[in-house]
């Protein structure tokens, strides 16, 4: 069955960097795409970044362009979240997602906390 499992998250000071990984299995992970997500406390969740497979393009939400990058190693079906220059706003639960087959197949999220 398919599995997605985060992690890297933490507590970081403002400024500084992270990077979330997500390890995929029961599926063919080099041809779909592939997106973050996060959910603040209270808030809705919201798309973060997408990589397309195949084709390998990037596409990322305005709040987060210029200092996140999504990445992904097909050999490790394994996807990438390099976080820089995090703020106190990037502060949420981030989740991995897939929608395979019409089904939407999220992992169990990592907490990054953004605070001094």
């Known amino acids: 069955q398919v599995q997605l499992v985060e992690s890297g998250g933490g507590l970081v000071q403002p400024g500084g960097s992270l990077r979330l990984s997500c390890a995929a299995s029961g599926f063919g992970f080099s041809v779909y795409d592939m997106k973050w997500y996060r959910q603040a406390p209270g808030k809705e969740r919201e798309l973060v970044a997408t990589s397309t497979s195949p084709g390998g393009s990037t596409m990322y939400a305005d709040s987060v362009k210029g200092r996140f990058t999504i990445s992904r190693d097909n050999a490790k079906n394994t996807l990438y979240l390099q976080m820089n220059s995090l703020q106190p706003d990037d502060t949420a639960v981030y989740y991995c997602?897939?929608?395979?087959?019409?089904?939407?197949?999220w992992g169990q999220g990592t907490q990054v906390t953004v605070s001094s």
């Open positions: 997602h897939v929608r395979r087959r019409g089904s939407d197949y």
